[in-house]
């Protein structure tokens, strides 16, 4: 693979403990999983996709790409098996949660990286750390970092340049984190 393709991380290891542990991967929207309405999403995008996981392992892998265990500490580590697997010179992450994530966050999300080492979105004022471009040379800094203890996206972001890349729509990272969220988007409340 070239050096300008990129792998996108699908992160599915949330506990999910504010839907009573649910995996969210496997929750379905008009009956599609959120793992698969991500992958549909991304596919047309990414050279390669990796899933993270670390349950459910049978479920992620009969969906056709390589499953990494991420360790359950976070998404950070689902980051960094991902960049273990990964074929590409950049890593795109992308938390299965969101199933709305913009279709073209790897092309502006690439455009924004240009002097940087990562780019984040952002839309509504808010940053949304857990989608991340980066490149993959920072895989050694992120397995120092979480070796130390280190487990918060924001702070491990902080120690490099980062790119902030504007979307408008607001909805556009809206994330499943409660039965109301999962239900607001299932009647069509957020599209």
């Avoid at 892998?61 to 960094?80: A, H, N, T």
């Avoid at 938390?95 to 924004?112: H, K, N, S, V, Y």
């Amino acid at each position: 693979m070239g050096n300008d393709c990129i792998s996108a991380i699908i992160l599915a290891g949330g506990k999910g403990s504010r839907l009573g542990g649910i995996d969210k991967g496997m929750l379905e929207i008009n009956g599609k999983t959120l793992v698969e309405l991500a992958i549909a999403r991304i596919a047309p995008h990414a050279s390669e996709i990796l899933i993270s996981a670390n349950r459910n392992l049978d479920f992620y892998s009969r969906l056709g790409f390589k499953v990494v265990l991420d360790e359950g500490c976070g998404p950070l580590c689902g980051l960094r098996s991902g960049m273990l697997e990964a074929k590409c010179a950049y890593v795109l992450s992308l938390p299965c949660d969101t199933p709305f994530f913009p279709e073209d966050i790897a092309c502006r999300l690439m455009a924004g990286l240009k002097e940087a080492d990562i780019a984040i979105p952002e839309s509504g004022g808010r940053t949304h750390q857990a989608f991340m471009l980066c490149r993959k040379t920072l895989m050694a800094d992120l397995a120092e970092f979480i070796d130390g203890g280190g487990r918060k996206v924001r702070e491990w972001q902080s120690r490099f340049e980062s790119a902030i890349v504007h979307f408008p729509e607001d909805n556009d990272f809206f994330n499943i984190n409660t039965p109301e969220d999962l239900e607001a988007i299932s009647s069509g409340g957020m599209r």
